[in-house]
């Protein structure tokens, strides 16, 4: 059983757009996401801009890798790195701890996400 943040079952971040490292719609990881993507966030305009001004462009669509590109309102798994460098900048973007898998604890401290948490 994959546990979330806060030590229950990892729920699903999104599935329109279809999101997750291995697109299940779930912030699952494992040894191939070497970005862990196991943060959930609802994406808004100012997240988006600053995450691009790091070099983590989530706009624009990559057919490729099954990637449609983000808006505000959608919600996708992003790299926990990238969400604490937008944390640190003081751009934040609400975060669904019941959605976030507990590997992104080995990055940020569950005090850096509820910070901009939303609990359902």
């Known amino acids: 059983m994959t546990k979330n943040v806060l030590g229950g079952v990892l729920q699903t ?6 999101t997750g490292f291995y697109r299940d719609g779930k912030c699952n990881t494992g040894p191939e996401d070497v ?7 609802l994406m808004n305009d100012e997240f ?18 099954g990637f449609p590109g983000l808006k505000p309102g959608d919600s996708w798994c992003v790299c926990v790195e990238y969400w604490k460098r937008s944390l640190e900048a003081g751009v934040l973007a609400t975060v669904r701890l019941e959605a976030t898998h507990e590997r992104a604890l080995d990055v940020v401290t569950l005090e850096m996400l509820t910070k901009s948490a939303r609990v359902n």
């Not at 691009?52 to 989530?58: Q, V």
């Open 48 to 65: 988006l801009l600053h995450q691009a001004a790091l070099g983590n462009d989530l706009i624009t669509p990559r057919p490729q890798w």
């Open 13 to 18: 971040c999104c599935t329109d757009p279809l």
């Open 35 to 41: 970005g862990q993507h196991t943060v959930c966030v």
